[in-house]
């Protein structure tokens, strides 16, 4: 199939005018300025739109849309917690199901068309037959309450994945937290990520009370955290990234959500494990963080993403990255839109290991892409991240969708 747009992204700062994209299947073939049709090969003409790479966004909880407007950042992190596990139950599966087919459409009609989603329980999986977006299972783990079975959880989710063919799914593994996943836990699930070669993910850093807790401070964590057994680890390190350091909890390449709570010290570790940050300025505001430490990772070569985290922590409901980017280069004003498209196409696509199918659109890539009516004799990066209307079309492993506009 031949797409003949008015213009095309192909990487960065590589814009073709116009922009001819082919592609077979769920791949991308080829990609020029004046591809001809071949005989029989169906052209779809878009004069009027310029096609991007489907963005990334490394940190969301589909599944948890319902609780939006639900909850407030109340007094400190640990409250906050308290109310969504308090939810958590009360989630069916249906309500799940509901909330993860909503924000993959709500996602993809503003751009992303890759989403890696925390996922806290497998069972309400088991009557979703597709989304609407690419989407990593990242399934999350805790051992405050019982021992998860790691291996056994990952081999359910890959039977699951095989069951469903046709879906651009793929799965990843997450302990949640340091005050929820113990040493022992964090390391069974990076063992399983590096055998099934696997993306890592955890949240990481977010809150001053999960420093004072690793820091064995006392803390309103401990109306959530069992007091039986104790965690021996608590007490022995001065910041969330050094207990990942004492208890060898970080694989190499790991996906930290938040890193709010950094410190100098933390940066040569996190430098050894090629780490990407990702940061979600919405939440942040809505949490009322202290500023975020970007300078300081932008300036030690550590790199940083942007995702939305969960309806349930931030009013961005839909899940547009193009909300994060704006109100990050607010605070980050030296941030060119450029740099700001990088931080959510080829950055998050290295930190999944698929640099060569993501990210951009080259012959080879899959087929991801996103079609935005804007003007097209302007910088497309500044014009699509500051665009209100939805994407146009879109296409997620070759399947295309036209968005209408509400
Ligand atoms: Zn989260």
Known sequence: MLICAGALIESSGQIHRPGHLRMDREIITQIGTSLNSQVGEEVLHLPDLTLAPGWINLHAHLELASLFRELMPGKDFPFWLKQVLA????????????????????????????????????????????????????????????????????ERAMAWLSRNPANPWHLALSPHAPYTASP???????????????????????????????????????????KEPPRTDFGKSQSPVAWCQTNQTLPEDAILAHGNELQPSDLPYLKERKVTLVHCPTSHEWFGRKSFPFQLLQNNGIPVSLGTDSPASSP?????????????????????????????????????GCESNLGNLQDGCWADWVGWRVPLDQDPYSAILESQDPAELTCVAGKITRHEKI
Not at 140 to 153: G, K, L, R
Not at 200 to 211: D, G, I, M, Q, R
Not at 321 to 341: D, G, I
């Open 87 to 154: 939810r958590l139950p009360g989630l069916n599966s249906e309500t799940r199901r509901e909330s993860i087919q909503r924000s993959a459409q709500d996602a993809l009609r503003t751009g992303t068309t890759s989403i890696v989603s925390i996922t806290s329980d497998l069972h309400a999986m088991a009557g979703l037959s597709s989304t609407a977006a690419r989407v990593w299972w990242a399934l999350e783990f805790m051992d405050i309450q019982s021992q998860p079975e790691v291996s056994a959880t990952v």
């Open 316 to 352: 961005n409901l839909p899940l547009d990255l193009r909300q994060e980017v704006r109100l990050f280069r607010q605070k980050y004003s030296h941030v060119s839109p450029h740099e700001a498209w990088q931080m959510i196409t080829t950055i998050p696509a290295r930190a999944l």
């Open 184 to 226: 022992k836990l964090y390391q069974e699930i990076l063992t399983s990520c590096s055998i099934h070669k696997i993306p890592f993910t955890t949240h990481l850093a977010e809150s001053p009370e999960e420093t004072s807790l690793l820091a064995g401070k006392e803390t309103s964590f401990r109306d959530i955290l069992p």
